[in-house]
């Protein structure tokens, strides 16, 4: 079964891909950041989410994504916000008081997502 390719929207990088993850999880939502290889041999990180009740439709599914030309040293994107700061980082771990959302890599680029 061929499915139709997801919208994609870019981000600017890390640090918005793991506020909108942490806003994700924060809601009690399982969330995870997937990454592959594009074309181009850029490393592409994102999440897939759906914008629920577009009009007449159900959901729009949506990836969220930023492209980095190095990969991200760690299986984790941490997420720490207070009044004061945000701190968005990669770790080998998860640290207490964090926020954290695992990096899943893929051995190629899903069909779905037309990059």
Do not use: C
Not at 15 to 25: K, V, Y
Not at 58 to 73: A, C, D, H, M, T
């Amino acid at each position: 079964m061929k499915l139709d390719p997801v919208k994609v929207v870019k981000v600017r990088g890390l640090e918005d891909l793991g506020r909108f993850a942490a806003s994700i999880a924060g809601l009690g939502q399982p969330i995870y950041v997937i990454h592959f290889m594009s074309s181009e041999g850029h490393h592409v990180y994102g999440i897939l989410a759906v914008y629920r009740d577009y009009y007449n439709l159900y959901g729009v599914p949506i990836f969220y994504y930023f492209e980095s030309k190095e990969e991200l040293r760690g299986k984790y994107i941490l997420v720490k916000a207070d009044e004061h700061r945000e701190q968005v980082v990669v770790s080998s771990g998860i640290r207490p008081g964090w926020i954290h959302i695992p990096i899943i890599t893929l051995e190629e680029k899903p069909d779905f997502i037309d990059l």
